[in-house]
T-cell receptor
Framework: DAKTTQPPSMDCAEGRAANLPCNHS???????VYWYRQIHSQGPQYIIH???NNETNEMASLIITEDRKSSTLILPHATLRDTAVYYC???????????FGAGTRLTVKP | DADVTQTPRNRITKTGKRIMLECSQT?????MYWYRQDPGLGLRLIYY???????NKGEISDGYSVSRQAQAKFSLSLESAIPNQTALYFC??????????????FGPGTRLTVL
């Protein structure tokens, strides 16, 4: 099962795009990349997921490199309410274990 | 996510007591999970169930047991609580649809303190 690596923290100015990187160099061909976020101690919130193509929804965009070894979550116009811990996850193959690590703490500043 | 509820939301108990955390979902999902989160750390899987007759241990199942009473209900029990089980507990659900992925949706969490 693939492991992910994220920077521990990032800052972003309000209204600017927040670009959160993730490395998953051991990902296999049929494994998806998921992104969740957790605001304070609330339940993790699903953001987006992808396999190989770039994805976009109402919350964010996900850019996956061609070799699939890394990805970037993009929040196009960050607001103060986007301050949270963001998790990049490649679930366990057999049990769908989301294997949350420490994530990236994003702070959006006015 | 209001479709996944957890009770109680907060619980303080004493060492040695038996307690049960309950999870209910109205999403109609077959799969349910229990995770714990310690301060400053990510979530770790305790138990998971892919249908009513299926129960599986996760990464950290020692000291815990579960019961899947129905498709919509999945309970986590601590038979004899100890202080290092003080943590935030999350329930999640998902539904694997053929040809699609298996996104998990989380409840609001239960904050458990064992004195």
């Amino acid at each position: 099962d693939a492991k992910t690596t994220q920077p521990p923290s990032m800052d972003c100015a309000e209204g600017r795009a927040a670009n959160l990187p993730c490395n998953h160099s051991t990902i296999s061909g049929n494994e998806y990349v998921y992104w969740y976020r957790q605001i304070h101690s609330q339940g993790p919130q699903y953001i987006i997921h992808g396999l190989k193509n770039n994805e976009t929804n109402e919350m964010a965009s996900l850019i996956i490199t061609e070799d699939r070894k890394s990805s970037t979550l993009i929040l196009p116009h960050a607001t103060l309410r986007d301050t949270a811990v963001y998790y990049c996850i490649v679930p366990g193959t057999y049990n769908n274990d989301m294997r949350f690590g420490a994530g990236t703490r994003l702070t959006v500043k006015p | 996510d209001a479709d996944v509820t957890q009770t109680p939301r907060n619980r303080i108990t004493k060492t040695g007591k038996r307690i049960m955390l309950e999870c209910s979902q109205t999403k109609g999902h077959d799969r349910m999970y229990w995770y714990r989160q310690d301060p400053g750390l990510g979530l770790r899987l305790i138990y998971y169930s892919f249908d009513v007759k299926d129960i599986n241990k996760g990464e950290i199942s020692d000291g815990y047991s579960v019961s899947r009473q129905a498709q919509a209900k999945f309970s986590l029990s601590l038979e004899s609580a100890i202080p290092n089980q003080t943590a935030l507990y999350f329930c999640a659900t998902s539904d694997l649809v053929p040809g699609r992925t298996d996104t998990q949706y989380f409840g609001p969490g239960t904050r458990l303190t064992v004195l």
